[in-house]
C-alpha cells in the first residue's frame, strides 16, 4: 500500500516550452500533496504544499506563476513549470502524505527535468 | 529559526556498525523520521521516533531524546547497499516537515 506515481520519469526540453508532471497517488487517497526539488549533492527543498481543492501553499522564494500547481482530486497533483529555462533543471520529487497516525510522507519516484 | 544539523558524510566499512547522529532546534516536536534515500532516486521511510529511547527494525535502529533534541539512526551488519544518503527530519509544530540536509554515507569493501 501507500504507493506514489510520478510521470514522466524523465523530460529533456528546449527553453522557453512549459512541463507538466504528475503526481498520483494509487492506492490511497491524499489531501497534502508536497513537491520538492533537489539540486545535485543537496537535501530536498521544499516548494509548495497542495491541498486538494484549494489554492497550494509556495515556499519563500518560488514563483507561483512559473511553478503552477493543480490539485484537482484526492489522488492527483500536477505541478507545471512554465517558460522553463536551463536554471530550473533539476530532480523534481513528489510526496503524498499518508493518512495514518504520524504524518509519513510517501514519494513518487522523482522526475529529472533537463532544459536545453 | 528552524535547524536541524547532520554529519555530511560518513565512511564505514562492509560489515561494521555506523551512527548517524542528527540534532535539530525547531518550533514545536510531533516527531522525527529517517529516510533512505539512493543516488538519483526519491526518498524511502526507515523509521518514525516521537518518544524518547530505541525503535530497532532489522539491522536499522533509530533512538530519540527530545530533551536533548538529539537523534541518531544506527545501522548493523553493513552492506554494500546501504550506500545512499540518509535524511533526518522533523515535523514541527506546524506538522510541517523540516529537512536535513542529509549523510551522504559511503561503505567500502
Known amino acids: 500500500g501507500a504507493v506514489v506515481s510520478q510521470h514522466p520519469s524523465r523530460v529533456i526540453c528546449k527553453s522557453g516550452t512549459s512541463v507538466k508532471i504528475e503526481c498520483r497517488s494509487l492506492?490511497?487517497?491524499?489531501?497534502?500533496m508536497f513537491w520538492y526539488r533537489q539540486f545535485p549533492k543537496q537535501s530536498l527543498m521544499l516548494m509548495a504544499t497542495?491541498?486538494?481543492?484549494?489554492?497550494?501553499?509556495?515556499e519563500q522564494g518560488v514563483e507561483k506563476d512559473k511553478f503552477l500547481i493543480n490539485h484537482a482530486s484526492l489522488t492527483l497533483s500536477t505541478l507545471t513549470v512554465t517558460s522553463a529555462h536551463p536554471e530550473d533543471s533539476s530532480f523534481y520529487i513528489c510526496?503524498?502524505?499518508?493518512?495514518?497516525?504520524?504524518?509519513?510522507?510517501?514519494f513518487g519516484p522523482g522526475t529529472r527535468l533537463t532544459v536545453l | 529559526g528552524q535547524n536541524i544539523d547532520q554529519p555530511t558524510e560518513m565512511t564505514a566499512t562492509e560489515g561494521a556498525i555506523v551512527q548517524i547522529n542528527c540534532t535539530y532546534q525547531?518550533?514545536?516536536?510531533?516527531?522525527l523520521f529517517w529516510y533512505q534515500q539512493h543516488a538519483g532516486e526519491a526518498p524511502t521511510f526507515l523509521s518514525y521516533?516521537?518518544l524518547d529511547g530505541l525503535e530497532e527494525k532489522g539491522r536499522f535502529s533509530s533512538f530519540l531524546s527530545r530533551s536533548k533534541g538529539y537523534s541518531y539512526l544506527l545501522l548493523k551488519e553493513l552492506q554494500m547497499k546501504d550506500s545512499a544518503s540518509y535524511l533526518c527530519?522533523?515535523?514541527?509544530?506546524?506538522?510541517?516537515?523540516?529537512w536535513g540536509a542529509g549523510t551522504k554515507l559511503i561503505i567500502k569493501p
Open positions: 525547531t518550533s514545536g516536536f510531533n516527531g
Open positions: 521516533n516521537v
Open positions: 497542495s491541498n486538494e481543492g484549494s489554492k497550494a501553499t509556495y
Open positions: 527530519a522533523v515535523l514541527d509544530s506546524n506538522y510541517q516537515l523540516i
Open positions: 492506492d490511497f487517497q491524499a489531501t497534502t
Open positions: 510526496s503524498a502524505e499518508g493518512q495514518g497516525a504520524i504524518n509519513e510522507q510517501f
